[in-house]
């Protein structure tokens, strides 16, 4: 209790931020019905989650590896997009298991290359072109391998069978198992061999630039092949199941297929994650103006492969049955009616709160903060997490692989763009662009949260999911201008400005945004 005065006094600037803001939020609330108060509340909590889930992966890397990932917004992108493929078209998912886990595989054995590498000379000329002797031939290899490998999948030329009509047909309830892709006069031994071989020349290439800057292993043991094996291993029991998993997975229930699909985007968003940063950003940790223009450049080939994959149209994925039913009982009169009956929608005070969007993602969202939250300061993974920020030497002394540990946070952080990804697509549909506009209200978020601050990040997300909620609110009823008569209505470009201008006015106030730290 003594220490109350002595913090407010250090914080006097932040905490009279927070109460004008508070007092502009309480008058905007006053301008409105409670109706359309609590409806655009929970509005603003959904896109606050979403831009959340966004912005704390982006801050969890940028605070605690100092890595500024601009290619953020994209794998939000790519993340939804893998679970429309998983939820609309799980023959395709199955089929690219194994191809994918066969090219992983090389670039787990990180470890044998780098050792192996040490044996290479890296002089003169062999330094600059050995790399690419290695990747060039496995990257030949490897596309033309899957030039040719059956990979059922929907065409981008002919609209019958496009991903919009492959969506319109799961709305309405309609899944037509494709004839499966095969392998034709191709020999399945030689596919998965020269994926092997091309996931191997490639991960070698990658490793050899940079090993004067990192950490090596000293010898290599029978368990680096582990997870090798195991890739391999899983990939070939994936192809042989492949028609009745195929199967099973049509036949599921659609809440138990988009679980899985939600399983399916992180857990490829945080392989994604892991890649990008043992082959790409880490032997750039010490040249942060190349990491950005490195994600920068990532971020643009991620779109236009998006392009290529599922083309330039914007279409939706279909809400599962838990939050898509419209029949007797709805909308319900109340919450545990309306998931009684499935209800899409429930009735508040004459209005209409659609469930998936209101109220799942905002509680999505809660609970990933807490977890991470807990995840950073309540474990041990968490402790050694920021122990290796503060001092790499010293827990390296204690015989914990930092490097490794490192790629988690960054997998982790990847993870939950991708997770944010794949819950905006039943809410906002998938476009080429959706990841660009959730990075840029995510920086607006971290500047007015605090950069390296989760916390922040958190504030930040839900101040720009109000503001922008209601001043698209504001946009539909107006805002009576006191002694002139004159209504005022916000036009839509004023939504990504007031977000912008919010910032400004912090920043302004407060340099490190509400909760950031001097740096």
Known sequence: ME????????????????????MLFVAAASGMSWQDFVITLLRGLAVGALTFLVASGFSLIFGLLDVLNLAHGTLFMVGAYIGWTVYVRPDTFVDILTPLALIISGFTLGDVWRL????????????????????MPGVLIGFGVMRGYPIASWSLENYAESPVTFSFLASQGQRVIPAPATFGDGSPLIAFGGLILASMLVAFGLTL??????????????????????????????????????????????????LIAVLAAVLSGMGLGALMESTLIRPLYVRP??????????????????????????????????????????????????LQNSCSTMLFQGGRIRIYNEMFIPLVGLIVLIAVWLLLRRTRLGMIIRAGVQDREMVEALGINVRRVFTMVFALGVGLAALGGVLAAPSIGL????????????????????????????????????????????????????LTGIVFKPSPPLVPASTILLMVIILLILPNGLLGRKE
């Open 3 to 22: 220490q109350i005065p002595a913090i407010m006094r250090k914080n006097l600037v932040l905490i009279i931020t927070l109460a004008v803001m508070l």
């Open 116 to 135: 192996l590498a040490r044996r290479v000379p890296q002089s003169g000329v062999w330094r600059r072109v050995l790399p690419w002797v290695a990747i």
């Open 209 to 258: 630039p940079g090993q004067s800057h990192i950490h090596t292993a000293a010898h290599v043991s029978w368990r680096h092949g582990v997870p090798f094996a195991s890739l391999i291993a899983g990939g070939l029991v994936v192809f042989i199941v492949n028609e009745p998993l195929t199967a099973w997975l049509f036949a599921l229930d659609t809440n138990w297929l988009f």
């Open 289 to 338: 103006i190349y990491q950005l223009m490195l994600t920068l450049g990532l971020s643009a080939i991620g779109i236009e492969i998006v392009r290529a994959i599922w083309g330039r149209p914007e279409f939706t994925m279909p809400k599962p049955a838990l939050f898509a039913g419209s029949g007797e009982g709805c909308p319900a009169e109340s919450l545990w009616l309306a």
């Open 431 to 482: 476009s080429n662009t959706m990841g660009e506009s959730f990075l840029l209200n995510a920086l607006i978020a971290l500047a007015i949260g605090g950069l390296t601050s989760y916390p922040g990040a958190a504030i930040g997300s839900l101040l720009v999911g109000m503001l922008q909620q209601f001043i698209i609110k504001y946009g539909q009823i107006g805002i009576a201008i006191p």
